[in-house]
């Protein structure tokens, strides 16, 4: 028989008007009514085996769909289990609603199971954390929290609801799900922004996770092959100019940050990925200016002064800069050797690679994994990267041919995110490759969840580079010290073989011949699998900056 209608069906129906489709969650009897509300809404419901799993994967389904994710938690511990969670999507401002048990309002301060103020955790890395008032207005607290989750600068909402208001009847409530009129940039600083490129000799577009996001993507490639600007990509703006397009120059990423005049960095932060903001000043060259263009005004940095900025919806932010532009005369045959020799520089660190993507060094260079993986690599693959040194490597080998398909924890770089992040790329394309590479720690944190790919018929490719060493920290500890300590993993400790104990595939690779093969197992299969290949542990990956 059909429960009669409370407050979980309002939250649940309002959160089904904003485009959501599936709730991710462990569970937890403070939150049952809302369970009940996704059964009457036909929302699904994707439980997992631990609550990080179930905040990464609404994350991750914010992060692909640009639409709103949704994670429901049970009170106390099951909050604070999603935190990392939470933070991860604050710093990537994806547009997620986390919606929290919480001990009765009848009982508060008696000491009830699970008791704890939750919002004053939470308000740190959310645009908005607060309790819903009760049970007659959870529709529009509900509506509230996605409003505020969608709207630019995106980010998580977090609410909780009393346990005795959730289980309340309560009246529906019709959602107005209108779309935001887009922020207008000042044109005075889009033609600022012109009046530079146009002086500009060396310039450089830096294109990062927010141009994905606020569908952007289209109008950024435009603006680059319009004027001629080298690209390179950032986050999930990789793919927006596809692998192998003239203007992509991410593998002189060093040349041209080192020598650049003019860095237009786009729809991302002046973080530690971006050197802070300072660019030029190598090879006699002076200090670059810098251009910071976000998509709200929130984002603007404030550690460093720009030469020019501008916020504002990013698709009309292009869209005006290209007639700025061509108001300002701008010529990109000023720029057109520079743009030039970029390429040539990109290309041979292309053709320098062919060697280690090749190698049959025993054991393992972890970079014949990423040349035997672009043999069998679709190109609307969606290619998921969880962890240190091992995943390093991916973004600078992976370039995707599709935007939209690379996911990583971003700058807060929480290891864990990886089956989460996989089981919200399955549902969200279920027709395509779906591949998570793990460093064999990150792998400590959720392969438990490969019981969640299991139960849901979800087949992920695993593979694992398989070092038995946290290799982002032994090798920097033993630059410093000569030594290293809490650095050491088990030597080809068999993640394969958790894999398949949990009800899907596996296969240890120990030799590079075996890599090929083993990978063409894994996608034929169609179950979750694991090629768990033993790398190399004296090999390090050669990065430029520690992230402090």
């Known amino acids: ?51 990080q799993s179930a905040v990464f994967a609404a994350e991750a389904t914010a992060r692909l769909t640009r639409k ?87 980010g998580p909402v977090f609410m909780d609801f009393a346990m005795d208001h959730l289980f309340s009847p309560s009246p529906p409530h019709a959602a107005d799900t209108q779309t935001p009129s887009p922020l207008e940039p ?6 600022a922004i012109a009046r530079l490129i146009g002086e500009a000799e060396r310039p450089v577009l830096v294109l990062g996770s927010d141009v994905w996001m606020d569908r952007a993507e289209e109008a950024a490639r435009d603006f680059a092959e319009s004027w001629r600007i080298p690209v ?29 005049d003019l860095v237009i960095v786009v729809g991302t932060p002046l973080d530690f990925r971006l050197g802070y903001g300072w660019f030029g000043g190598k090879n006699d060259t002076s200090l670059a200016r810098v251009v910071h263009i976000v998509d709200a005004p929130s984002q603007l940095a404030t550690h460093m002064q720009p030469a020019a900025s501008a916020a504002g919806d990013l698709s ?48 393992i260079h972890p970079m014949r994994i990423y040349g ?29 041919k599709q935007p939209g398909n690379w996911l990583d924890p971003g700058p807060y770089g929480c290891l864990g995110t990886g089956l989460g992040y996989s089981i919200a790329a399955r549902l969200a394309r279920p027709s395509s490759q779906v591949v998570l590479l793990l460093g064999d720690g990150a792998a400590g944190f959720s392969l ?29 500890m033993q630059m410093l010290y000569g030594y290293d300590v809490a650095a050491e993993l088990q030597p080809q400790t068999r993640y394969d073989q958790v894999v398949t104990a949990l009800g899907g595939g596996g296969e240890l690779v120990t030799r590079p011949s075996e890599i090929g093969p083993a990978l063409r197992r894994a996608f034929e299969s169609g179950v979750p699998y694991m090629v768990n290949v033993a790398t190399d542990p004296q090999i390090a990956y050669p990065r430029n900056t520690t992230g402090v």
């Open 1 to 51: 028989m059909e429960s009669a209608k409370h407050a979980g069906d309002a939250a649940v129906a309002v959160s089904k008007a904003y485009g959501i489709e599936t709730m991710f969650t462990l569970s937890g009897g403070h939150v049952f009514p809302l369970y009940d509300g996704a059964v009457h809404e036909d929302v699904r419901i994707l439980d997992v085996r631990h609550e």
């Open 68 to 154: 709103p994710g949704l994670a429901v938690l049970t009170a106390g511990p099951g909050i604070t289990n999603g935190v990392s969670g939470v933070a991860t999507a604050h710093f990537n401002g994806s547009p997620l609603v986390v919606m929290g048990g919480r001990a009765p309002q009848s009982r508060w301060g008696s000491g009830a199971l699970q008791e704890l103020d939750h919002p004053p955790l939470l308000e740190p890395i959310t645009k908005l954390a607060f309790t819903a008032t009760g049970p007659d207005s959870i529709g529009q607290d509900v509506e509230m929290a996605f409003r505020t989750a969608i709207a630019p600068h995106r």
């Open 186 to 191: 000042d044109p005075d600083n889009v033609a």
């Open 232 to 260: 390179i990509l950032n986050g999930q703006g990789r793919g927006v100019l596809p692998a192998g397009h003239e203007l992509l120059v991410t593998r002189a990423r060093g040349q041209a940050f080192g020598e650049a």
């Open 316 to 363: 009309v932010v292009f869209w005006s800069l290209g007639t700025a532009c061509g108001e300002a005369d701008v010529k990109p045959a000023r720029y057109a050797p520079w743009a030039a020799r970029l390429a040539e520089t990109a290309a041979a660190a292309v053709a320098a690679d062919a060697g280690l993507l090749a190698a049959d060094s025993d054991p």
């Open 372 to 400: 035997e993986l672009a043999k069998v690599l679709a190109d609307d693959a969606v290619v998921i990267g969880d962890g240190g040194d091992f995943v390093s490597y991916a973004g600078k080998y992976v370039e995707p």
């Open 448 to 476: 438990m969840d490969v019981d969640s790919l299991v139960r849901h018929r979800l087949p992920v490719v695993m593979i694992c580079g398989n070092n038995g060493i946290w290799g982002l920290e032994k090798h920097p």
